[in-house]
């Protein structure tokens, strides 16, 4: 490829890479997309598929505002979407549940919520607490042991895997350049451009957009970024394809518009994407019976573990570097969640030459000094 | 379809969709439906095309059926019973059966 | 019947799969003394091959041939060994540091082994023609099981189609029983021949020849066989015609039942959900685990073997078998005395000796392997070939991201009928190779259990807390 084949080279083709990349596309840059192979570490194949908005932000008021500002474009996202590809990611927002299975669990829950809606700044929306009759009616096949729940009418979801596979579609025929196989394992700035080294030769463009996940901890330093991450592992169970029953997706539960159950949400501090450990697996479908205990006769037909990226605190991190100027980092762990956002509002800063500090100053990892600092 | 080689000795009745199919002891769910003459035990979950048994050596889930209740169950390896009630599966499995 | 709550938690040997492998690695090892369990999800032992040989309605001997009989013996010699044979045992997860897990009647349990010999076989490689899902179309395989296991035989117009050593004796096996063939159509391409002939001097050392040639005859004598180079299936809701075309010529048949065959693959599954490396073989156009010359895997304690470890027919695998076993008594039991492993290779090596002809011979077309347009690749999802194609083409590399895209390889065959197809679309429309292609990565459970046998599992406190927050 010649040197000014490219205005922007995204590092990384998971959901944030290729939703970022699209972004750009129709502002009209020209962009490649470079991406591992096959087998390569992906979460955006691995994810729960969750477009969700209750419980994010205690910590960091921003983070709740800039989930509800995804939460509200991704009407528009998905609508613009299929009218590019013809395929229908089936988001849905019919708000979600998080069920307790005891008083504890139900108080924790509270607690939490009460916490995260008293912070200064926070963004006003409504989250309840329900009892069991109060969720029984939206959700008439839970278990006894379900005491109540968390509500929150903003939540949803979409069938993740398609929105992979049509944003894959989209930047294709946007002539986005695809370029799987191409780790990059070195990126310099040289004659006011960006020279990547890839295991397929070099790729060159006139500016940088980290998306790789965990690994833009390594990649991030070779452009005076940085990206402290802290990996982490999830496991999820899937069930055979099942009539409708489940119309609200719960925060560890949801069926598919597929029909099949995705039962999910463990955390564990491995690293080991080819791992799985049985017991948490085993954990998962012990409280998916208790709450649906028509489930358990289901048939599991695969389990799944995912290396989810994490950062340090676990907020997003949207930075641009002082030293080498048009290079990004972009990590985060709700990606599809965040698409929305990432296609729509921090693709166009890139596109522009500049973050918009108004809306993602809170985002930057030096907040990770002021932390030490204090 | 499939018909026995011979007349055998033990014999038990099983229902498949209401209709009384005589098996051989030692037959499986899958082998009674073919040699009783059902041309297909369901229906696909994605577009409901008929299926019937392809391989009878458990790997390809054709034959998934309706046991006593149970949905999703491997008719090719599971042995009939005296009095078993087997149904064809429509589609998409129903929570809880 | 043997219930879960009879079986031990621990076993020096579990060995997985009861057909000539299994039955005589577990038959070896225990009378060596070794503690060995042997697990089948099958109602009876015995295997592909020897399917139903506790139990087959045939009594006219000469139906399913003397080969068939000499399963017999294996199966008492195992049964007589003192290893406990469990059937009706599914296992779905076996990971490296040996932790099976099986389900028997509806129960799960979680069994820890010292060794495990992992015997579970070959499939049918896929046959993905038009209509290869419609009700009357079934591999040559079911309905062979359907003769062995129960004494059924195909009624109305049959067909045979395909290629291989299988097709034949199946062929031979209907016919003995009565039943009429109307044609085999064969899909062998007549330029295998070419590519076979340097193996011929081998083929004619080994056991194969005399009996094939048999067999050949015995079969062409009662059923014309057409040569074709095109063939689908059509009907309504079930097969009624099959068209084909033979010599340039297009035709059409009226038809009730088509047995497809071409060639046996190796059943990866559980191997490589328990991380054993693996290979392409293009000798044999499909994965085959990566083993030693004791049969051990790239994961320590574990072994393959039989048709599992690579396609090598029903008697080498229980030289293979013993092979695996004599391995696993050395490592648990040093005393115990076993035969010497090297006068089993070279049995072993005898077995084989045919395979290259055969492989060569019948290397089953690209026309047949490669499906194109509306022709479905994974049955479970009703995903099309032309949909592989577009997204290979769109950049999609391997088939774990195609399989993110177009979920094909999700349903509960869980690859096993469109894995290698799809590996070798993709490699077909990148020009690349199949080896660079790979395959799906899977993750237990390798056969579906129900989700309260999930929950029924052991959880430690460290696991709960990755959970329940
Ligand atoms: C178990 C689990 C559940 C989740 N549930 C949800 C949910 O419900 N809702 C939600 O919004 N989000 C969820 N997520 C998160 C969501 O999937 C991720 O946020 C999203 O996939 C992250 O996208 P990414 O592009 O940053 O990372 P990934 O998808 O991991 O992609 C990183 C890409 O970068 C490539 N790459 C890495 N290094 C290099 C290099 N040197 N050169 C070139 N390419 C490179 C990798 O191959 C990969 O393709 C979940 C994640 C997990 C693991
Ligand atoms: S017929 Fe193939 S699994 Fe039962």
């Known amino acids: 490829m010649a040197a000014s084949d490219y205005d922007v080279a995204i590092v990384g083709g998971g959901l944030v890479g290729v939703a970022t990349a699209w972004g750009l596309a129709r502002e009209g840059c020209r962009v490649a997309l470079l991406d591992e192979g096959d087998r390569a570490v992906r979460a955006s194949r691995g994810n729960f598929a969750l477009v969700w908005v209750q419980s994010k932000g205690l910590g960091l008021a921003a983070y709740a505002g800039w989930t509800v500002r995804s939460s509200n474009a991704w009407t528009g996202f998905a609508a613009t979407l299929k009218e590019e590809t013809g395929l229908d990611v089936c988001f849905q927002r019919p708000g979600g549940f998080h069920l307790a299975l005891s008083e504890r669990e139900l108080e924790a829950r509270a607690n939490i919520l009460n916490r995260l809606h008293n912070q200064p700044g926070i963004v006003d929306y409504k989250t309840e607490i329900l009892d069991h009759s109060q969720v029984a009616k939206m959700l008439p096949d839970i278990g006894r042991e379900v005491v109540g729940a968390s509500y929150c009418p903003l939540d949803g979801h979409v069938n993740s895997l398609r929105l992979f596979r049509t944003l894959h579609t989209a930047i294709h025929t946007r002539g986005v350049k695809y370029l799987p196989s191409h780790r990059v394992e070195s990126i310099v700035r040289e004659g006011g451009e960006f020279r990547l080294g890839t295991t397929q030769g070099e790729v060159r463009a006139g500016r940088v957009a980290l998306a790789a996940g965990n690994a833009n901890m390594q990649l991030a330093p070779m452009v005076g970024l940085e990206a402290p991450m802290k990996p982490e592992r999830g496991q999820i169970v899937v069930t055979e394809r099942l009539r409708p029953f489940l119309h609200y997706p719960v925060v560890t539960l949801r069926q598919t518009d597929e029909g099949t159950v995705m039962i999910g949400d463990s955390k564990e501090e491995s690293i080991d994407p080819a791992g799985l450990t049985l017991g948490v697996s085993a954990t998962e479908a012990e409280r998916a019976v208790r709450q649906f205990p028509l489930l358990a006769n289901v048939n599991v037909v695969r389990t799944w573990s995912a290396i989810r990226v994490m950062t340090q605190d676990g907020f997003p991190i949207y930075d641009e570097s002082e030293t080498h100027p048009g290079a990004f980092v972009l990590c985060c762990h709700s990606g599809v969640t965040l698409a929305a956002n990432h296609a729509l509002t921090v693709a166009p800063m890139i596109a522009r030459g500049a973050l918009d500090k108004t809306l993602v100053a809170p985002f930057s990892a030096r907040r990770f000094h002021v932390q030490e600092a204090g | 379809m499939f018909k026995r080689l011979g007349e055998t000795a033990s014999i038990v009745t099983i229902e498949v969709d209401g209709k009384t199919v005589r098996a051989r002891t030692g037959d499986t769910v899958a082998a009674a439906m073919l040699a009783g003459g059902i041309d297909h035990c369901r229906t696909t979950p994605v577009s409901g095309a008929p299926r019937a048994p392809y391989c009878l050596m458990g790997v390809c889930f054709e034959c998934l059926v309706i046991i006593d209740g149970i949905g999703s169950r491997q008719g090719c390896l599971i042995p009939v019973r005296d009095g078993m009630r087997v149904e064809t599966q429509q589609g998409k499995r129903e929570a809880g059966r | ?469």
């Open chain 3, 1 to 469: 019947m043997t219930g879960p709550s009879d079986l031990s938690s621990s076993y020096d040997l579990v060995v997985i799969g009861g057909g000539p492998a299994g039955l005589a690695a577990a038959a070896l090892a225990a009378r060596a003394g070794v503690s060995t369990v042997l697990f089948d999800e099958n109602p009876g032992i015995g295997g592909q091959i020897y399917r139903g040989i506790t139990s087959t309605p045939i009594k006219n001997r000469a139906v399913l041939g003397e080969d068939y009989w000499a399963g017999a013996s294996l199966a008492a010699e195992a049964k007589a060994s003192g290893a406990q044979i469990v059937t009706g045992a599914t296992v779905w997860s076996l990971d490296p540091s040996r932790q099976v897990g099986v389900s028997i009647g509806g129960e799960a349990r979680m069994i820890q082994a010292h060794r495990v010999i992992i015997a579970t076989g070959s499939l049918e490689r896929p046959f993905p023609i038009p209509g290869w899902t419609l009700p009357g179309v079934m591999t040559a395989g079911a309905a062979q099981t359907a003769l062995k296991a129960h004494g059924l035989v195909p009624e109305g117009r049959v067909l045979l189609a395909g290629s291989g050593p299988l097709l034949w004796l199946l062929a031979a096996q209907l016919l003995r029983a009565g039943t009429t063939i109307e044609t085999i159509l064969d899909t062998t391409p007549r330029s295998n021949w070419l590519r076979a002939l340097p193996h011929l001097a081998d083929f004619l050392l080994s056991p194969y020849w005399s009996k094939g040639l048999a067999l050949l005859r015995e079969v062409r004598a009662k059923v014309p066989v057409i040569p074709v180079q095109r063939l689908s299936a059509h009907g309504e809701g079930k097969l009624q015609h099959v068209e084909y075309q033979s010599a340039g010529k297009d035709y059409r048949r009226q038809a009730d039942m088509l047995f497809l065959h071409q060639g046996v693959v190796p059943n990866v599954n559980l191997a490589n959900a328990a991380g054993v490396a693996h290979r392409w073989s293009e000798r044999q156009l499909c994965f085959e685990p990566v083993l030693d010359v004791d049969s051990g895997s790239s994961v320590s304690g574990i072994s393959v073997a039989g048709d599992g470890a690579g396609i090598a027919g029903g008697t080498a695998a229980v030289e293979r078998g013993r092979i695996a076993a004599i391995a696993a008594v050395r490592a648990v039991k040093p005393s115990a005395s076993v035969p010497d492993p090297q006068s089993v290779r070279q049995r072993l090596q005898r077995e084989e000796l045919g395979r290259g002809f055969l492989d060569a011979l019948y290397r089953p077309a690209d026309m047949f392997r490669l499906p194109e347009g509306e022709t479905i690749v994974c049955r479970c999802e009703e995903v099309m070939a032309q949909q592989i194609h577009d997204m290979a083409a769109k950049g999609c590399e391997g088939p774990n991201q195609m399989k993110a895209f177009l979920r094909c390889g999700m349903g509960p065959c869980q690859g096993r009928l469109c894995g290698l197809t799809v590996t070798e679309l993709i490699a077909n429309e990148r020009h690349t190779r199949p080896a660079d292609v790979g395959y799906y990565r899977l993750r237990p459970p390798v056969k579906p259990i129900t989700l309260a046998e999930l929950a029924s599992l052991p959880i430690s406190e460290a696991e709960r807390k990755a959970v329940e927050r």
